[in-house]
């Protein structure tokens, strides 16, 4: 059964002071994971797809990494504006169902 | 905003009731993916359509069932409500059939089951 696990749950640091959040997955072979964000009461937005260890992407302030069992997504000097709640999900080969974690909640302080 | 729409955006009804919730994807997108979010629960993926034909199913209640039109709009129908039921109802839309696409959320409908 494919699963995802997340951490920190939760995650509060200052304007300008850049962190990680982890992703850790075990899947029957990985189609792609998935990195969303999403604030109180909307949507989640899409953010990356990450399809075999060793790729990163990146946009703006973030970036994912991805290895063979756990994805960073890396937040460089966040401001205010980041904090939301940040899902990483997984599709595996075996399935087409996508798995969420329970999220990573981040505040931004200013 | 990410193209998909969802009406309604708040539903309260009572237990046992039944109610029809609606999503329009992005255009050009011909899969549909229904998500319940409970507090509790997280993010749970409920059931797949791809150009009108079921493409996946997870943890859906046999009380709720979906549908996709011809013209790609999707319904997702729950009967005999529980309080249980009360959640954010999301749809999202992909590229093809989602094999490695991301998906894009709509607003989601809040329903209260009292």
């Known amino acids: 059964e494919d699963q995802v696990t997340q951490s920190p749950e939760a995650l509060r640091l200052q304007e300008g002071e850049s962190s990680s959040l982890n992703c850790s997955y075990t899947v029957s072979g990985l189609r792609g994971l998935f990195w969303y964000r999403q604030d109180p009461g909307k949507g989640p937005e899409f953010l990356f797809t990450?399809?075999?260890a060793g790729e990163e992407k990146e946009k703006e302030r973030l970036k994912a990494t991805l290895t063979k069992k756990e994805s960073f997504l890396h937040i460089t000097a966040p401001k205010p504006e980041d904090s939301a709640t940040y899902l990483c999900?997984?599709?595996?080969?075996?399935?087409?169902?996508?798995?969420f974690g329970p999220g990573t909640r981040l505040s931004v302080l200013p | 905003d990410s193209g998909v729409t969802q009406t309604p955006k708040h539903l309260i009804t009572a237990t046992g009731q039944r109610v029809t919730l609606r999503c329009s994807p992005r255009s050009g997108d011909l899969s549909v993916y229904w998500y319940q979010q409970s507090l509790d629960q997280g993010l749970q993926f409920l059931i797949q359509?791809?150009?009108?034909?079921?493409?996946a199913k997870g943890n859906i209640l046999e009380r709720f069932s979906a549908q996709q039109f011809p013209d790609l709009h999707s319904e997702l129908n729950l009967s005999s409500l529980e309080l249980g039921d009360s959640a954010l109802y999301f749809c999202a839309s992909s590229v093809g059939q989602g094999q490695g696409a991301g998906q894009f959320f709509g607003p989601g409908t809040r329903l209260t089951v009292l």
């Open positions: 990450l399809y075999s």
């Open positions: 359509y791809y150009n009108g034909e079921e493409r």
């Open positions: 999900a997984v599709q595996g080969n075996y399935g087409q169902n996508f798995v």
